[in-house]
């Protein structure tokens, strides 16, 4: 009897194009050897000689976006946190990161990160937050050594100044939404301008100087103490605002503009960004934003 049921052919590989192209491409726009010190990018498990024919961006490697990767039958998962930054000392598969590598190393599925060298140039992390933010005349907080045109985070100004509350208002439109939303330490009225920021983890830099000279300070982690001598040092000598936005949502905005410029670099490849949200919080409750020092 013959099967008269519809095949979806396999999508091929473009004729030429491996992982070691997209490997190449990768470290043209983000090369490591502007990565941290302490970072680890570049290609995480994967053979230069496979095929490459469809790539999934996202965020992080966790499970869903492994999942996603594997069940799209993506060649390729480029991530922005690395799977493996902190030393490991076994994958076997009862142990989180070891399930994940079994999982894509079954599935043919290489896995890459971009990390610090994406949060320098223009089109990375912090950049593109400036640009959708309105900012004006933004720079990095730390240029690189080798390049000043690039580094970390950006400093630059709205065209015209506004409330902190408006410019808060305008970073939640600007991000997508999450448990946490955005929290603001600093007067709702006060006028703001020089906007200095910085996506992902940034207390480490809320003692530089272009930063104190910021009248706001945007970022994600802020930790309590860190945060609070931050404020009452402003309160003496003058200083930032703070917004606090979920880590995840600040590092999510640069992966279209990436994955855009991905496939006019390697024609024929699909690149697509996952839509889930791996924000590791489920839910809040309790939040009364009313209960504020001086607070009616």
């Known amino acids: 009897m013959t099967n008269t049921e519809p095949v979806t052919p396999t ?40 095929p490459l024919r469809r790539v999934l961006l996202a965020v992080d490697a966790v499970a869903a976006t492994v999942d996603e990767a594997l069940a799209w039958e993506a060649d390729a998962l480029i991530t922005h946190h690395p799977l493996l930054l902190r030393g490991i000392h076994t994958v076997a598969e009862d142990t989180a990161k070891g399930a994940l590598l079994a999982s894509l190393i079954r599935g043919g599925c290489a896995l890459i990160s971009a990390h610090t060298n994406a949060d320098q140039p223009a089109g990375g992390v912090s950049d593109v937050i400036a640009r959708r ?25 709205l065209s015209a100044p506004e409330t902190l509350r408006a410019f808060a208002e305008r970073v ?8 946490s939303g955005v929290r603001v330490a600093g007067d709702p009225d006060r006028l703001v301008q020089a906007i200095a920021l ?98 009616e």
Not at 172 to 179: C, L, R
Not at 215 to 240: C, F, I, K, M
């Open 11 to 50: 999508p091929t590989a473009p004729a030429g194009q491996t992982l070691a192209d997209l490997r190449r491409v990768t470290n043209e726009m983000w090369p490591a050897d502007t990565a941290e010190s302490w970072d680890r990018v570049g290609l995480v498990t994967g053979r230069d000689a496979a």
């Open 198 to 295: 910085l996506g992902g983890a940034g207390d480490s830099l809320l003692d530089n100087p272009a930063v104190r000279g910021a009248d706001v300070y945007l970022t994600s982690d802020l930790r309590h103490h860190p945060a609070q001598e931050a404020l009452e040092l402003s309160a003496v000598a003058g200083g930032p605002a703070l917004i606090d936005v979920a880590h995840w949502a600040s590092e999510s905005l640069w992966l279209e503009g990436a994955a855009a410029v991905l496939a006019t670099r390697l024609p024929g490849v699909e690149f697509r960004v996952s839509t889930l949200r791996t924000d590791p919080w489920s839910f809040s409750v309790g939040a009364r934003p009313g209960d504020a020092p001086g607070a």
């Open 172 to 179: 939640a439109s600007a991000m997508p939404s999450t448990v």
């Open 133 to 157: 933010l309105g900012l004006v005349g933004a720079v990095p907080i730390v240029p690189h050594p080798a390049d000043p045109e690039i580094g970390i985070g950006r400093v630059g100004k």
